[in-house]
């Protein structure tokens, strides 16, 4: 098959991760994967060096007649025998479905968000166009079936899957990045410092497990766009007496690999549409204290991988910090789990296969027509 990727966006989340892993695992599988991105952004270096065909595509916004003119003379092109044009977000339904009028192949919209969809009266008729929409957890398909843009019938469930992290030497390192002893327990979390990601209860909870784990360090691996959120969470810190402890390292390329030395994973956000930190973490033997919305309770069970408590509840999550820290051989079990659960769910070749499946069918649906 030729699939056809686009994407508008400039900086590489979660759902670009996705998009990357896509994009560059069918290729390997033998398709013929273009990659419609912003020239000079983070999606375009992150796809560089193959196997998937990088094509910059200067892309102002889905509303500007210049970018639908651009992408849909590309499709005329080299993408007039795509058989499948894949979107990753909403802004991008609309260049989609106009660009894609006459060329690009089978629609597909992935679906990376929780919330419910902004504009649904304006957004409708470009998803209706779409053959699939693709919810990468139960609680996004739900939304989307809830929300009556797109039958029922055409919203599917393909969970992110990732490989396992390496993980070589990973406690020695961290711990060396962030000056804590080599035994110190670390517990962490990886994420855009942002308030909806819930950093701020991580730290608060690790305060008030010192009185049970006093050599305890909190590592919070990721950047945001709110400067003055990362300044407040180190005050808050201080003012909890942790200040020493807490270490906020901004963004750091293989993240994944170096979380594998946490002794614990913490997944605070108010609302996770899925995950890929969690899958990460359970690859990695990681056990994980996540919250009991969203995407999160697909992917970790309570009591089995790890813990779900409710957003926002310090208290609990305290207690469940205590838990794990003081009993090795819980994370242990909880690790073993949870590498059972990667495998049995959240590979990288389980989402491949169920999307590869996908993008065939919407083919052949779009030949029947």
């Known amino acids: 098959m030729h699939i056809v990727h686009l994407s508008t966006r400039r900086d590489f989340y979660g759902g670009e991760v996705c998009l990357a892993n896509l994009a ?5 599988r033998g398709h013929r994967v273009s990659c419609l991105v912003q020239p000079g952004s983070a999606l375009e270096a992150g796809l560089a060096g193959g196997p998937a065909n990088v094509v910059p595509l200067a892309m102002v916004d889905w509303f500007d007649p210049g970018t639908v003119a651009r992408v849909r003379r590309w499709l005329a092109v080299a993408g007039a025998d795509a058989d499948v044009l894949a979107t990753h977000l909403p802004r991008d339904w609309f260049i989609a479905a106009v660009a894609g009028r006459d060329h690009g192949g089978a629609q597909v919209a992935t679906r990376h968000q929780l919330a419910p969809v902004s504009w649904p009266v304006f957004k409708r008729p470009f998803l209706r166009r779409c053959r699939a929409v693709v919810g990468v957890s139960e609680a996004v398909s739900a939304v989307m079936r809830r929300s009556g843009l797109v039958p029922p019938e055409r919203v599917v469930t393909i969970p992110n899957g990732v490989a396992a992290p390496t993980g070589a030497g990973a406690g020695e390192r961290l711990r060396r990045l962030v ?4 035994t110190a327990p670390v517990v962490g979390m990886v994420g855009r410092l942002t308030p909806a990601k819930g950093a701020a209860d991580l730290v608060a909870a690790a305060a008030a497990a010192r009185h049970a784990v006093p050599d305890l360090h909190v590592v919070l691996i990721g950047g945001g766009e709110d400067g003055a959120f990362a300044a407040a969470l180190r005050r808050e810190a201080v003012l909890r007496g942790v200040g020493d402890r807490v270490h906020l390292t901004g963004y750091l390329p293989g993240a994944a690999d170096l979380a594998a030395g946490f002794d614990v994973q913490v997944v605070p956000s108010v609302a996770e549409p899925f995950g890929l930190v969690t899958i990460e973490a359970l690859a990695a033997g990681v056990p994980v204290i ?3 919305a969203g995407g999160t ?3 970790v069970r309570d009591g089995v991988e790890g813990f779900l408590v409710p957003a926002g509840d310090r208290a609990a999550l305290a207690n ?3 838990c794990l820290l003081e009993s ?25 296969d169920a999307t590869e499946a996908l993008y065939r069918s919407c083919r052949r649906e779009g030949a029947r027509r």
Do not use: K, N, S, Y
Request: charged content about 35%; glycine content about 14%.
């Open 290 to 292: 996540g919250t009991d």
């Open 179 to 182: 000056g804590a002893p080599p």
């Open 320 to 322: 469940r910090l205590v």
């Open 297 to 299: 309770p697909e992917i």
């Open 24 to 28: 560059r695992g069918l290729a390997a």
């Open 328 to 352: 090795a051989g819980l994370r242990r079990e909880m690790g073993r789990r949870g590498r059972a659960r990667h495998r049995e769910r959240f590979t990288l070749a389980r989402m491949l």
